[in-house]
């Protein structure tokens, strides 16, 4: 099984998170951040991950906190959950409409880690989180996965709109790249025989 459990204890969160690779879509989502959580749940149900996450978090002072740490749990997640990538098919792509707003997402589980991020954020805030923080949630995965993700806006002003394609674009070129190639037999998908 392709799966993961992740417990990240600081003195600023608490973060307990499970991932299940080859899933249905199922999520179980509280993080203390009502965006994040719409933001993950929909994560889950595009990628057909099963993720569970729960996280108390001093959000009292801001979001900053629980949203990085999160996305370092669930990076650190993916990295487990991969192992040594046998037999993936390592690459994944999609360009995503969501309504105006057009996503590019591109990813290769290369072990090395990059954020191309290339979203214009017009707003600051939706609701009540911090869209800035969008960024840095894609910054700790990257980092802590050992995954190169391109995110690009195409088009499209409406800020909800753009954050909502984002995770649902990387959520769908991820389920590809991470997906088994039945054609790979369990080799490792470089010429250098490791990722």
Known sequence: MRNAGINRKTSETDVRLRLELDGTGRADINTGIGFLDHMLQLFAVHGRFDLEISCTGD????DHHSTEDIGISLGTAFAEALGDKRGIRRYGDILLPMDEALILAAVDISGRSFL????RIETGKVGSFDTELAEEFWTAFTRSSGICLHLKQLDGKNTHH?????FKAAARALRTAVSVDPEAEGDIPSSKGVL
Do not use: F, P, W
Request: net charge negative.
């Open 59 to 62: 959000t009292y002072v801001d």
């Open 116 to 119: 191309g991020y290339g979203l």
């Open 162 to 166: 753009i954050l909502e394609g984002s």
